[in-house]
């Protein structure tokens, strides 16, 4: 016996979600522990260099399981084609018409739900999955008062593709405030609120930076105009290390990598958190130096 592992992500017009993946992961994980050999195929658009249908011919398998999602369509409908000769299984499927060609070329349909049957839980709950850093990213627009020293646009560009590459979840955090778009905090209490639920903050705001301090987040703050300027300031005023200008971002990736890692690892160690949980202590905005300056200014105490 030999099985061959397939899903919706391991179409190259198909989709990777969670759910699919995790489902897959968890057959995949089930045949391995009762000694079965299976191998897992995957679209070369979500995971390049994994085994991909065109690289699985039937010749070298006796089944097919087709794991999650609505079994309809003509890719699936190809793919019974392609494995005519393999004894073909779906599980945890969901069965809207058992009549299409799609669901009916199984030879055992195992649905997490059908018309007519007791649904049954999906097997995305059933892996343990392995806890990453969930990161807030608060990306400045463009700076029209900085002229010639702006880099914006390259700043977001590097940082950006360097994320991506970073084994973290990436949150995009707006900090405007906006009632009307459901997908903004519409007052301030619910940014905070989203801020300490975050692990780390990467931005190129002045504000991304002091809300993440303020909430007892760390954060790396990357300043995109040259020379520095008022986040670097900022960085200053709350004695912040993990600060970054435009113009000290080298243009060499590996160094670029590296000195972007090393304060992104320290914002999420032990030290990183604690330096930032401090800052949080020592914010007391009642007691700001520069309201003292404004009453003073206001009252004539100085």
Known sequence: MRVLIAGWPSFVHGEATAG???????????LTRAGVACETAWSPVFRPGHLRLDDAPAEHYTHVVFVCG????EQLRALHRRYARCRRIAVDVSVTDPDDAAAAGFDVLLPRDRAGAEPRRDLSALPDPRPVPVVGVILAPEQPEYGRRRRHGEVTARLTAWLKRQDC???PVDTRLDRRDWRRCGTEDQLASLIRRLDSVVTTRLHGLVLGLSNGV???AVDPVAGGAKVS????????????TADALPEDESEHERRLR????????PAGRSAAWRRSASADPGRDPLLGDLLRCLLGRG
């Open 70 to 73: 609505p079994v309809h369509g």
């Open 20 to 30: 699919d993946v995790l489902s897959m992961e968890a057959v995949e994980g089930a």
């Open 262 to 269: 090393g304060w992104f690892d320290w914002c999420l160690s």
């Open 233 to 244: 300031a900022q960085a200053r005023a709350w004695s912040w290390p993990a600060i970054v």
């Open 169 to 171: 979840v990436r949150v």
């Open 218 to 220: 760390a954060a790396l």
